[in-house]
Nanobody, 131 residues
Framework: QLQLVESGGGLVQSGGSLRLSCTISGASLADYAIGWFRQAPGKGREGVSC????????YYADSVSGRFTISRDNSKNTAYLQMDSLKPGDTAVYSC????????????????????????WGQGTQVTVST
């Protein structure tokens, strides 16, 4: 059974950096597009960044473009989200998701809540950015 496990969250000061990892088990990462989503208290889930199976296709939300970098290492069954220049507004629970066949990477990152059950999710990791 496919499982996704996130790690790397924590508390960091504004302007700092964190790198999140998403490790897949029970399946091969190479068979899935990967996305990072976040949910802040009282807000809906937001697609942050997504990457295609072969890394040549990436998508970033406007709010993180130029500050976050998504990558993947299929040989390690792990995807990453490097987060630099963090702001208090980035505080949220970050979850990774796996989709075996997204229509496009942008579609994966901007999917509606009604479609969330169609893909696989990790449990999430807390990121807190202090002022």
């Amino acid at each position: 059974q496919l499982q996704l496990v996130e790690s790397g969250g924590g508390l960091v000061q504004s302007g700092g950096s964190l790198r999140l990892s998403c490790t897949i088990s029970g399946a091969s990462l190479a068979d899935y597009a990967i996305g990072w989503f976040r949910q802040a208290p009282g807000k809906g889930r937001e697609g942050v960044s997504c990457i295609g199976k072969r890394t040549d296709a990436t998508y970033y939300a406007d709010s993180v473009s130029g500050r976050f970098t998504i990558s993947r290492d299929n040989s390690k069954n792990t995807a990453y989200l490097q987060m630099d220049s963090l702001k208090p507004g980035d505080t949220a629970v970050y979850s990774c998701a796996a989709d075996p066949q997204p229509f496009t990477i942008q579609d994966m990152c901007t999917m509606s809540a009604a479609d969330y059950d169609s893909i696989y999710w990790g449990q999430g990791t807390q990121v807190t950015v202090s002022t």
